[in-house]
């Protein structure tokens, strides 16, 4: 009996170990992998707003442009205007050189795959190469960006911008991110480090006092959500730390409140055709949000409405449809795949983040699914 427990345990031991090799293994490939895509960056040509083929109803191509991605063309009309809209279904049109959309995913993917290789490595060249395209994008005359979104996800026969537009710059945090990287070891030289200081002010100016960026900041689901990130995420960036605070403390805890229902559901989320997708992308803001709040003392995560509406509430009402205890019953046409993966992440960040504890038994249940057999 005695050989059969020790048997049995020093194979549980191998198993772990082979298991725990093979995570190894997969990280270390995963990082080569991720080199060679930024070593294959450092000759990639510079992204620019002017290389659209398109041109701004402002008629400068230094203004940002992009068609909203639901909306296609009138089949009862001749030209196509005004065009109609389908809610998830992407037109091909909004996702190709006409307008600045592709352009823009690029740039903010490169930049972040050279800053995810410069923190491994501590290679300066890819830093170079991020601050490159950083002033391509931005500062240089001839190829900048004017700090608006005054003609985001336009609607032909209808309208030359809208609101909804903003959310296509969540990713600039990715550009902060490296900012402050690239400053705090002595890599970003003066001028862009001012230049961007500057363009960061004016856009965020913009965000907070043009039409548009009012009209983003007073939507009641994930649009709202995701303004906040952008914004406060530059308002850190510019050293704004009590607006942050103030901000979040009013602004912010309202939005959670309002959009997040005591049992955790968010019912603007899932009237979409893709409200699974919708319900985790706007949980994953608030998780940014919350994020943010702890790096200047707003305790957001733990933040709960007598009536119990909270981000963490929110999570656990998609537990039981990620383990699959219950039927997903609203509208989804797209797979939720990425998604689920997406929700995953998101639940280990703030176990890391929070030392929260209360998704515990979830995250061991998809571990165990998700581990080998033997």
Not at 21 to 34: E, I, M, Y
Not at 235 to 256: D, Q
Not at 280 to 299: I, S, T
């Amino acid at each position: 009996m005695r050989i059969s427990v020790f048997y049995k345990l020093t194979v549980l031991i191998l198993l772990i170990s082979i298991y725990s090799c093979k995570n190894t293994q997969n990280n270390a490939k995963k990082d080569n992998q991720l080199i060679q895509k930024a070593d294959s960056l450092l000759t990639i040509k510079p992204f620019s707003v002017v290389h659209k083929t398109g041109l701004p109803p402002s008629k400068n191509k230094h203004d940002y442009m992009s068609i909203g991605p639901y909306w296609w063309p009138n089949p009862d009309t001749p030209n196509g205007l005004p065009y109609i809209r389908k809610d998830g279904e992407i037109n091909p049109e909004t996702r190709n050189n006409f307008t600045d959309y592709v352009e823009k995913n690029n740039f903010i993917t490169t930049i972040r795959d050279l800053t995810k290789a410069y923190s491994l490595t501590n290679n300066s060249r890819y830093a170079e190469k991020s601050i490159k395209l950083i002033n391509t994008w931005f500062l240089d005359d001839e190829t900048k960006m004017n700090p608006n979104v005054n003609f985001g996800q336009y609607v032909p026969g209808k309208s030359e911008g809208r609101c909804f537009g903003i959310i296509e710059f969540s990713g600039l945090t990715a550009v902060l991110q490296f900012l402050e990287i690239a400053k705090a070891n002595n890599l970003l030289d003066k001028n862009t480090e001012k230049g961007m200081y500057n363009w960061f002010t004016e856009y965020s100016n913009w965000l907070k006092n043009s039409k548009l960026g009012k009209e983003e900041a007073i939507r009641k689901n994930n649009h709202a959500t995701h303004y906040d990130v952008q914004l406060l995420n530059i308002l850190l960036y510019l050293n704004k730390i009590e607006e942050v605070k103030n901000y979040l403390s009013t602004t912010t805890k309202a939005r959670i409140f309002s959009q997040i229902e005591p049992d955790g559901s968010q019912p603007l989320e899932l009237a979409r055709t893709k409200s699974f997708s919708y319900s985790v992308m706007n949980l994953h803001a608030f998780l940014e949000l919350a994020e943010l709040g702890q790096k200047v003392g707003v305790d957001l995560w733990n933040l709960t409405s007598k009536d119990g509406r909270s981000i963490k509430a929110a999570y656990q009402y998609m537990i039981p449809y990620l383990l699959n205890e219950k039927k997903w019953e609203y509208k989804q046409i797209k797979s939720k795949k990425s998604s689920e993966e997406k929700l995953i992440r998101d639940l280990k960040k703030a176990r890391k983040l929070f030392k929260e504890d209360a998704f515990d038994e979830a995250l061991q249940i998809i571990n165990q699914r998700n581990t080998p057999k033997h």
